[in-house]
């Protein structure tokens, strides 16, 4: 990395003045780019050549310099065709960084093109309308509610050492894991040979080599020089070893990797994620590597979660800081009883804040048992206060160390890499206020408040709903059914629209995210819209070609006429022709493109869960027919 480049504007030096003075010392930085986040999570970028820029700076701190257009961001129902206009305003609040083109040199001082990415907000209508505001605000909303509770309550159980009266501001740390997919461009590799060495854990921690070890130190190195602090980086559990081709260089480069880094306040948390997947992929390209953030980008072997840290404390007057989750005595009470709040109101709610967590077809198809992935809504707290441990099969887990209790956190496991993380987050803060409000409203202590978290599904609770489990100390995939899964945790859904449909199945829990007005109602339709709109269309244009392609690569093998191989291809063939072939009865891909078309979503959803597990049926059918053939 060369030290005489700008990676980082700090927060602190992002007005004006500072601004253009920054600007005409670093002539190599010749492009700015206003970065809004639509309500898909897609970011902006553009190229305004710096000198206009810094002719209409006043107009672009003020928003009247840029605008893009309904047609661009994805608004759904807001910014329409026939009210387009969105404009966009700088955010001098967070850290700005530069993008450097590796490939591109300046001419004037021989360093790399840069462009000064700016985070912007999106406004429509004299609203805000992006997926940054609605963080922000909820989180300046959630805050002044944590305050004044606090101040109301006087002592809080866990929390007597904090004096409200003390209190500055509330402070909101997000941290997050970045787990991707590895490979060189042309590999492919059988989901069995992944499949095991992801079962012999053949590759987790294991030591990287040649191009994948270059690129994963260069994205470390690319990490320090932005000021994001990283902490580790290292081999997932998914991929297989690579091989040495002819060249003499590895050419077999399939593995999963994952780099974490320091936690920061939650806008600014998320902001540095987007960077992180940008550094990352360049690294990565740059070293001849691709890279994958998709959940599950191979079907059968791990995916990839972005599991998400997320705390909460005070700063006092004195400047001290005091984490609000952590209790006075860690040895005695696994959390005060703002942490106890905070969990039950986060499971309690968590049907209204899955659909911004998980909206996506591959974000469902990351979430299955057997992988780590999170399915039940449960957490863990670990065995003693005393002795912390971790749960890797829950929703969302308590993380604690007994000698630092600003290290207590919890991680939230459903987010993946390209989860809309501003949204999902405030989704999340949002549950928790409510259970922290209830918990410190029932003046309970915190053994009473463990009590609630811990009730078996068939009592009642003060808070926490009867017929429900909301604590497990177990493996939820291994020590229970999915029946008992399913009845202590509840039913998870299993497609977008199932998802989707808990807005409406739930709205007194639905309220609870349009408390303080900041995820409106128009806010909340326009990403539902968006993303039933894009599991539609990803069904019809990806997913079932892409199973058409799969059903037809699938061939009779065997020659000679033998009674189990005949038997074995018929009952393949039977499934394809089910499965893709209209005859006097159409196919299940007719069906499931017919019922999308007409809006039909439950027929359709329920039809994309039997092809689903009709395509995992046919591709084992097939594997076992093959093995069986020994003269191909």
Known sequence: MAKELLYLIPAAKCEKKEILHILKSHPEIKFVSMVGIDLAGNDTDEKIPVRVFLKDIEDFYNGHAIQTDGSSVVLTGIATL???????????????????NWESEDEETGLPVGTLRIPAFLMHNGLRVDSRSILTQTLEYVGAEIKALLKKAGKVPGLEHVKASEIDEVLFTVGTELEFWVKTPTEETHVEELSATQVMQENYWQRT????????????????????????????????????????????????MEIDWRFAPAVQAIDNELL??????????????EVSFQAKPIIGVAGNGEHTHTGMAVRLKSGKIVNLYAPKDMKKDFMSSVGYGAIMGLLKNYEVVNPFVTSTNDAFNRLKPGFEAPVCIVTSLGHSPEVPS?????????????????????????????????????????????????????????????????????????????????????????DYTPEQRDKMFGKPP???????????????????????????????????????????VELIDRIIPQHLDTVRCIVCLHCEENPVDDAAWTAINNLRLYLAKDGAEKSLFSRLREALGAGKYSEASAMQQEMTAKMGELESMYEVYKRNLLDI
């Open 82 to 100: 026939n009210n387009a206009k969105v404009d966009m305003y700088v955010d001098p609040s967070v850290n700005w960084y530069v993008d450097y």
């Open 209 to 256: 080599r040649g191009q994948a070890r270059t690129a994963l130190e260069d994205a470390m190195l690319m990490l320090e020089a932005y000021g994001l602090q990283p902490e580790m980086g290292h081999k997932e559990v998914g991929g297989v070893k690579a091989k040495i081709g002819e060249s003499g260089n590895l050419d077999h480069i399939m593995e999963q």
């Open 276 to 289: 992180a997947r940008i550094l990352v992929k360049e690294a990565f390209r740059l070293n001849g590597l």
């Open 390 to 478: 971790r749960n890797r099969t829950i929703l969302a887990g308590l993380v604690r160390d007994v000698e630092n209790p600003l290290a207590t956190r919890f991680e939230i496991r459903a987010f993946n890499p390209l989860s809309n993380s501003y949204v999902g987050v405030a989704a999340a803060y949002l549950a928790m206020l409510d259970g922290i409000k209830a918990a410190i409203g029932s003046g309970k202590t915190n053994a009473e408040l463990l009590d609630e978290l811990s009730k078996e599904p068939d009592a009642d609770g003060f808070y926490l709903e009867k017929g429900r489990a909301y604590r497990s100390e177990h493996d939820v995939f291994d």
């Open 494 to 536: 299993a497609t977008v629209w199932e998802n989707m449909e808990a807005l409406k199945l739930y709205p007194e829990k639905l309220k609870v995210l349009k408390a303080g007005n900041v995820m409106r109602q128009d806010l909340i339709d326009a990403f539902v819209n968006g993303a039933l709109l894009r599991w539609k």
